[in-house]
């Protein structure tokens, strides 16, 4: 749930709930004793206090509630919170009757009489105890929800990804230009003919084993971007260069299966077109202080999208974004980095949402 929408929550259910409290508490009051004007203008600043009140502690509540990494201190919160709370919201009503009514110092010596005080005390206590965990409660249920919504989408991402991966492993172009090389390879070097086959067949099995997959470990993926990259180095030969910079700590870490083939995908595409031969391109994978790093390079220049001259790589990057977001919200950063003789896409995935 977004911000905003939060935010109108809380004070529609702030308001309607000091409203419906209010009201009933009256109501069974004043079935025990006759209101006067008076009394009613105090019992009512002190609940105006108590509205004031939580309101102000729902600050201090939301830091320590994005701090929080389990959820027995909730408990412990909640009952600091409503003691701190109640101490406040029980010294200024009473110091407020005392400077606004006529009568103050006699409701001010009837507040302080230890029997009363505690009577307050317990009452504002139960309040707040029963508002900050009412807080808490739907604050973790909407963040369930939303949790789930993310999967959800997450999901949906990822299996929209494999469709299109399959697209792309199917794409006529790509069969095309892999059958047309082996063609000639039968002829001239039948061993690199079957080694190619071997290669496509590889890389399409891959696609189907985790078409179901949404996390695949480091490993397998990179399994995925050589047997990719064989098929192309036998079709460009010379002039394309691989570099791997992979730490072998990486190898088990989980990652979104076809992550990384979007940003070679478009190295390849579009280095060729821009990049002085043989097109370089480098993949580097280690740990940082932030988590997991994951980059690719290429030689030449960034083609922006909608350029005159070729179709840019927005569309790609923008899925691998989206992606990025259901997956790991705002656990991980997308930069991309512009030089004069090449760019590159990096990724890095914050260490809470590492496994392995």
């Given at each position: ?7 109108k929550?809380f004070?529609?259910l ?23 004007l ?9 609940y ?7 309101s ?8 320590l509630y994005?701090?929080i990494e389990r ?12 003691v ?10 009473m ?22 005080f505690?009577r ?8 707040l105890?029963a ?6 409660g ?8 939303t ?20 697209r ?6 790509f ?5 047309n090389?082996i ?9 690199h003919?079957?080694e190619?086959?071997?290669e496509?067949?590889?890389?399409l ?9 949404l ?15 064989s098929i ?16 072998d700590a ?19 595409k579009?280095?060729?077109k821009t990049?002085p ?15 997991l790093?994951?980059?690719v ?20 990057l923008t ?9 790991y919200?705002?656990?991980?950063r997308l930069?991309?980095i512009?030089n004069?003789?090449?760019c590159?896409?990096?990724i890095?995935?914050k260490?809470?949402y590492?496994?392995?």
């Amino acid at each position: 749930m977004d911000t905003l929408r939060t935010h109108k929550l809380f004070w529609l259910l702030q308001v309607s709930g000091w409203i419906a409290y209010y009201i009933i508490y009256t109501a069974i009051a004043t079935m025990f004793r006759k209101w006067n004007l008076e009394d009613l203008l105090l019992y009512s600043l002190t609940y105006l206090l108590g509205f004031t009140i939580t309101s102000l502690i729902r600050y201090p509540y939301q830091y320590l509630y994005s701090k929080i990494e389990r959820l027995l201190w909730i408990p412990l919160v909640i009952v600091l919170g409503s003691v701190l709370a109640t101490i406040a919201w029980t010294y200024i009503d009473m110091y407020v009757s005392h400077f606004f009514w006529d009568n103050g110092e006699k409701i001010l010596k009837e507040r302080l009489a230890f029997r009363m005080f505690l009577r307050y005390s317990i009452l504002f206590t139960i309040l707040l105890t029963a508002w900050s965990s009412l807080y808490f409660g739907i604050k973790y249920a909407l963040d369930w929800q939303t949790e789930k919504q993310h999967s959800r989408e997450a999901e949906m991402m990822a299996q929209k990804a494999q469709m299109e991966m399959l697209r792309y492993q199917l794409n006529p172009h790509f069969l095309f230009n892999s059958l047309n090389s082996i063609r000639a390879l039968v002829d001239e070097n039948q061993k690199h003919a079957k080694e190619m086959i071997t290669e496509l067949s590889e890389f399409l099995r891959y696609s189907l084993l985790h078409k179901d997959a949404l996390f695949v470990t480091l490993a397998e993926e990179l399994e995925a971007v050589k047997h990719y990259f064989s098929i192309e180095k036998k079709r460009f030969e010379e002039n394309l260069h691989i570099e791997y910079h992979v730490a072998d700590a990486t190898m088990k870490h989980q990652i979104m299966s076809f992550l990384l083939h979007p940003l070679i995908e478009n190295a390849v595409k579009y280095g060729m077109k821009t990049s002085p031969m043989p097109l370089k391109i480098s993949i580097t994978v280690q740990k940082t202080g932030y988590g997991l790093l994951l980059e690719v390079c290429n030689s030449g220049s960034w083609v922006e999208k909608n350029s005159t001259n070729t179709v840019g790589t927005g569309t790609g990057l923008t899925n691998v974004q989206k992606r990025l977001e259901n997956a790991y919200h705002d656990g991980y950063r997308l930069e991309v980095i512009k030089n004069e003789d090449n760019c590159c896409v990096r990724i890095e995935i914050k260490e809470a949402y590492l496994y392995g």
